[in-house]
């Protein structure tokens, strides 16, 4: 009855907790939810007000399809200043955030290709692999450091028919933040082997250890690395939809052509928030991931202080990848904990299977639910 593609897709795990939580609150269960990977936070009133102007002043029509000029103007004096990636306007496309992953891979990769990407990753990338047409390949990555992905791991998972490596730093659902050396070794292997990196960069400034590294800023790395970020993480805007993706003007044309025949442009009006975001006061930005640091630290000290429940802390990003010591897959243990705790967290399973025998915590959320939903956890566990 469908197309044969959808078979090769799943549903994303985290959408699914997150219904669930909505679905369980609305029958008036008292839930607090780990789960979702947004900042409860207000977007700054500054980009608001650029919105609203924007409407206002009837600027609710097409843009053109690489986005308005301002905002990319605006995205490459960025990503020089900040990034050291040298660029211009002319390297940008404005997308709604994960539609540029989406259109990178259908870009980069089709049949009989291989894509390489962490293992435990973020959801969406495998599923977009698989759209696609090609295959997924998980390198996994380990607490023992930090889940970075090394060099050495990757070198052994490339073979003839890889095309790509994703890179996500800071990561989710683990939080990892990549070295210097990472970056550089990954390179060396793009280059030796004629890959396209394809480096989401959406967590930058949410970093608590190390620095954050664009691998498009390594020598001969631009033309063939896509950078994709965007607004959501940094400044609280996720229901905005709006993103970037940088690289060669070939890479650009490709993407664009995606973008024309599927949504056209992003946003008229929230282009314009995102010029204000990027070329407004950034004190929000500071204060954000000021408060993400207290409640990593709460929520890493009290998971630690549950018997059977251990865990790293996070360098970046705002997720505690907690392995579990209960006879569970994660699926069953986090159907426990919602119906026993009434806490909703992720499956680690939901990433790839690297992270089978793993849970995800958003710390995303206030001090008060971190210490209650934990207190909850620690007692429903007890009950064991």
């Not at 980009?47 to 986005?67: C, D, M, R």
């Not at 990027?278 to 990593?296: A, F, I």
């Amino acid at each position: 009855m469908f197309a044969d593609r959808m078979s090769r897709i799943a549903p994303s795990g985290t959408m699914a907790t997150a219904d669930l939580v909505e679905k369980l609150k609305k029958e008036g269960i008292d839930i607090v939810s780990f789960a979702l990977g947004e900042p409860d936070f207000d977007t700054p009133e500054h980009i608001v007000k650029a919105a609203i102007s924007a409407l206002n002043q009837g600027f609710t029509h097409y843009t053109p399809t690489q986005g308005i000029p301002e905002l990319r103007e605006a995205i490459a004096k960025k990503s020089k200043e900040e990034n050291d990636i040298s660029c211009d306007a002319s390297n940008v496309i404005v997308t709604p955030t994960k539609l540029g992953i989406f259109a990178s891979v259908l870009a980069l990769s089709g049949k009989g290709d291989e894509v390489i990407l962490p293992d435990p990753g973020f959801v969406s990338y495998f599923q977009m692999i698989n759209f696609a047409g090609a295959k997924a390949v998980g390198v996994r990555t380990l607490k023992d450091n930090g889940f970075r992905m090394l060099p050495d791991d990757v070198a052994e998972a490339i073979n003839p028919k890889t095309k790509v490596i994703i890179l996500n730093s800071p990561g989710n659902p683990t939080g990892c933040v990549a070295t210097k050396d990472d970056m550089k070794g990954i390179a060396d292997l793009a280059q030796d082997h004629g890959l396209f990196v394809i480096t989401d960069e959406i967590y930058e400034k949410i970093i608590y250890k190390g620095e954050h590294h664009s691998i498009a800023a390594l020598d001969n790395m631009f033309e063939r690395t896509v950078t994709l970020n965007g607004f959501s993480k940094s400044y609280a805007m996720t229901g905005w939809r709006l993103g970037w993706v940088l690289a060669s003007k070939e890479i650009v044309k490709e993407i664009q052509k995606i973008q024309q025949h599927s949504i056209s442009c992003a946003v008229s009006f929230a282009q314009k928030a995102g010029v204000a975001a990027l070329k407004g006061p950034q004190e929000s930005v500071k204060k954000m991931v000021s408060e993400l640091r207290e409640r990593r630290d709460i929520m890493v000290k009290g998971i630690n202080s549950i018997s059977k429940l251990e865990c790293n802390a996070p360098q970046g990003a705002f997720y505690v990848f907690a392995e579990f010591n209960y006879d569970k897959p994660s699926v069953e243990f986090a159907k426990f904990l919602i119906e026993n705790a009434h806490v909703a967290i992720t499956p680690g399973s939901s990433f790839g299977s690297g992270g089978e025998g793993f849970i995800r915590f958003s710390f995303a959320t206030s001090q008060e639910s971190i210490d209650e939903g934990l207190k909850r956890i620690e007692n429903a566990l007890a009950k064991l």
